[in-house]
């Protein structure tokens, strides 16, 4: 997670495309286990606002933290790291 001036950036995975103009992201992330000691990945789901509908299933994109567009959307859409090939 990184920060363009306050607001966050996260990179991710679109688990779904089914909603008018929204996404939704997998971000995973790692975090050491307290008593043994291993690291664990633990992952977060997001929705975003991709107002294109640029976006597939299995793309790896960036989103940046944003006002609230909808009850659960508070990100957008940056750019597309990565296209699935079809």
């Given at each position: 997670?990184?920060?363009?001036?306050?607001?966050?950036?996260?990179?991710?995975?679109?688990?779904?495309?089914?909603?008018?103009?929204t996404?939704?992201v997998?971000?995973?992330?790692?975090?050491?286990?307290?008593?043994?000691?291993?690291?664990?990945?633990?992952?977060?789901?997001?929705?975003?606002?991709?107002?294109?509908?640029?976006?597939?299933?299995?793309?790896?994109?960036?989103?940046?933290?944003?006002?609230?567009?909808?009850?659960?959307?508070?990100?957008?859409?940056?750019?597309?790291?990565?296209?699935?090939?079809k």
């Amino acid at each position: 997670m990184t920060t363009e001036g306050k607001r966050k950036t996260l990179i991710g995975t679109v688990l779904s495309n089914k909603m008018d103009k929204t996404i939704v992201v997998s971000v995973e992330r790692t975090v050491k286990h307290r008593l043994y000691k291993k690291y664990i990945r633990r992952t977060s789901k997001f929705q975003a606002h991709d107002p294109e509908n640029i976006c597939q299933i299995g793309d790896r994109v960036r989103i940046i933290e944003s006002r609230p567009l909808s009850r659960r959307k508070r990100w957008q859409l940056v750019d597309v790291l990565k296209t699935v090939a079809k």
